[in-house]
């Protein structure tokens, strides 16, 4: 099946008055492709969603679609679908209609924009709802009918505004699993904008995290996660504790790097502030905890642990998650499986060693 709906933004900046909320972002998102755009509130993804959809305008900068700009196009002759975070049904029109309308609107007759809206009812499986009104259906079914009325103009493109906020987890998890399966059917473009990591590493082909404005790091999901560029990334992703400190020793094999609790960490070699400071990331599940009075594991090796105390141990489920401090202000966590908790036998307020493997040891490029 060809793929479409690649999009390129070239230079998109937007300024309101003072505040810069895009700021001169290139991207390029392969055709039929899931992005999501990730990042927390106020960093600028949605005003970049609805500068794509027509419904801003750029202070500057190109929009392509499948080469060819977007600019100066009004919304609803571009080849975009947006796909508002509130639904947005008419609530005086039945599903069937609802979905119908924005070709009522193009003058399709109505014998036709019936049999397609019912088309694209079944294609999200909601092909028995036709004759409810939305007062009377689910959120969850409200979302799929909203979905229904994007993609009855055929676009290359879909936009969805924060999607599944209004969804509880269960269904969260299941619509997300839909609508990736939705649109690897279609084969278009979908650009999902969310401030859930875990909604975004899950759905998407590629994950682009913004931060005032700017795109911060534009990778696979398992590269954001496994691999986050710069330590604000490491912490918007989560599964990482991300460790700052002062270079004290530097060698050919990596940098002696003090914490500002005197303690002393080995990372491999990495860009250097000029005041000496670097970070690193060692992911949580890569973490292990024991107790400080234990013979001192072999594994241990030099410089690949913090001491602390263990502040809070919570269940979740598959695993056991361990938050241990190591001063005032610092606090790490561990993921461990519930073999290597129950082998610890650590509790809560317990002197411990938090230690990891220097494989496990992930350069962070920027402060
Ligand atoms: P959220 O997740 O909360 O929706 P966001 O990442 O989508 O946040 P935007 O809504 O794009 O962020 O806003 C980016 C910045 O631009 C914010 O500082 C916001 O206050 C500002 N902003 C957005 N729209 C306007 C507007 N119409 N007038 C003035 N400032 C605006």
Known sequence: MQQTGELQLVGVSKRFGEVVAVDAVDLTIPGGSYCCLLGPSGCGKTTLLRIIAGHEMPSAGDVLIDGESVIGMPARSRPTAMMFQS??????????????????????????RRERAQQILDFVRMGGFAHRMPAQISGGEQQRIALARALITEPKVVLLDEPLSALDEF???????????????????????????????????LVVVMDHGVIVQVDSPIQVYDKPRSSYVARFVGGHNVFFGRVVESKKE????????????????????????????????????????????????????????????EYEGTRFKVSVILNKEEMIVALMTHR??????????????????????????ED
């Not at 609530?91 to 007759?109: I, K, T």
């Not at 290597?340 to 490029?365: C, K, N, R, T, Y």
């Open 171 to 205: 269904f969260r998890v299941q619509m997300r699993v839909e609508l990736r399966a939705m649109q690897q059917e279609l084969a278009i473009t979908f650009i999902h904008v969310t401030h859930t990591n875990t909604e975004a590493i899950a759905t998407s082909d």
């Open 340 to 365: 290597d908790f129950m082998a610890s036998g650590i509790d809560q307020g317990d002197p411990v060693v938090a230690w990891w493997s220097p494989e496990d040891v992930h350069v962070l490029l």
């Open 87 to 112: 639904y947005a049904l008419f609530p005086h029109l039945n599903c069937l209609d609802n979905v119908a309308f924005s070709l009522r609107m193009r003058g399709m007759p109505k014998i036709r």
């Open 254 to 313: 990596g940098d002696l790097i003090e914490l500002s609790n005197g303690e002393r960490l080995w990372a491999p070699p990495g860009p250097v502030s000029t005041d000496r400071r670097r970070s690193f990331a060692v992911r949580k599940d890569c973490m292990t905890v024991s107790r400080a009075s234990d013979e001192p594991a072999k594994q241990w090796e030099p410089f690949h642990k913090v001491e602390g105390v263990v502040h809070a141990i």
